[in-house]
C-alpha cells in the first residue's frame, strides 16, 4: 500500500469535529486541576482564619481579579496554541500587561502614602520567602492536567502552548493560595504572586517540548 492509498482510508474514516471540542476539553481537564489544587491546599494550608469576612471586602476580590487575569489570559492562549498551528491572540500580551501596569501603580501608590519604615513591610509581608514557591507548587497538579488536555489536542507550537498552560496553571493556583495567604499590599501581590505565577508558565515553556511533543 502506497502513501496515497492510505490517506485515501483515513480520509473516508475521518468524522467531523463538533464544535467547542477544544474549550470543554479544556475546561474540564483544567476543572479536575483545579479541585486537586484546591485539595492540596486544604490538606497542606489552612484557609485564613478571617476568610468569611476578607470576601466581604474588596481587597480580596482586587487581588483575585489580578490572580484570574493570568488564569485568563493563559486560557485564551491555550485554547489557541492547542490547535495544529494555532498562535495566540494578539491581546493576550497587552491585557497581562494591563492588569500588571494597574496593579504595580496601586503599589506604586501605596509605597509612596507609606511611611519610610513601612515600606519594606509592604513589600516584602510576613511571607515573601514561601508565596512564590507556595503557588508553584499548588499549580502542579494544575499544569499536568493542563499539559494533558493540550497534548491530546495535537499542538505544534510546544514551547508556547506550555507556557500558556502553565500560566494558566499559575493564575488558578495563585486565586487557589489567596484563600490561605492574608497579604493583600499592592506591592506585595505584584512582586510575589506575579512571580509564582511566571514561574508556574516559565516550567510550562521548559516542559512544553517534551510534554506536548507527538508520539
Known amino acids: 500500500m502506497n502513501t496515497d492509498d492510505l490517506i485515501t482510508i483515513l480520509a473516508e474514516d475521518a468524522r467531523p469535529i463538533r464544535d467547542g471540542v477544544v474549550p470543554r476539553r479544556l475546561a474540564s481537564f ?3 486541576g483545579l479541585c486537586a489544587s ?3 491546599m486544604l490538606a497542606w494550608l489552612p484557609p ?8 466581604q471586602g474588596l481587597i480580596f476580590w482586587e487581588k483575585s481579579l489580578y490572580t484570574l487575569s493570568f488564569a485568563v489570559v493563559g486560557a485564551l492562549a491555550v485554547e489557541r496554541l492547542a490547535r495544529p498551528g494555532g498562535r495566540a491572540p494578539a491581546t ?5 500587561a494591563l492588569a500588571v ?3 504595580a501603580a496601586a503599589a506604586a501608590i501605596g509605597l509612596w502614602q507609606a511611611g519610610p519604615e513601612l515600606r519594606v513591610q509592604l513589600w516584602l509581608g510576613d511571607s515573601f520567602q514561601v508565596c512564590s514557591l507556595r503557588i508553584v507548587a499548588l499549580a502542579v497538579p494544575l499544569l499536568i492536567t493542563t499539559l494533558a488536555a ?19 496553571a499559575g493564575g488558578l493556583s495563585a ?15 505584584v ?3 506575579s512571580l509564582g505565577m511566571l514561574t508556574s508558565a516559565a516550567i510550562g515553556a521548559a516542559l512544553g517540548p517534551f510534554a506536548l511533543r507527538w508520539r
Open 30 to 32: 483544567a476543572g479536575a
Open 175 to 189: 486565586s487557589v493560595y489567596a484563600l490561605h495567604c492574608p497579604e493583600s499590599a499592592p506591592a506585595f501581590i
Open 150 to 168: 493540550t497534548r491530546s489536542l495535537a499542538p505544534t507550537r510546544l514551547r508556547a502552548a506550555g507556557a500558556a498552560a502553565g500560566l494558566l
Open 38 to 40: 484546591v485539595l492540596l
Open 48 to 55: 485564613r482564619p478571617d476568610l468569611q469576612h476578607a470576601v
Open 191 to 193: 512582586c510575589w504572586y
Open 101 to 103: 501596569g494597574l496593579m
Open 92 to 96: 493576550a500580551p497587552a491585557i497581562l
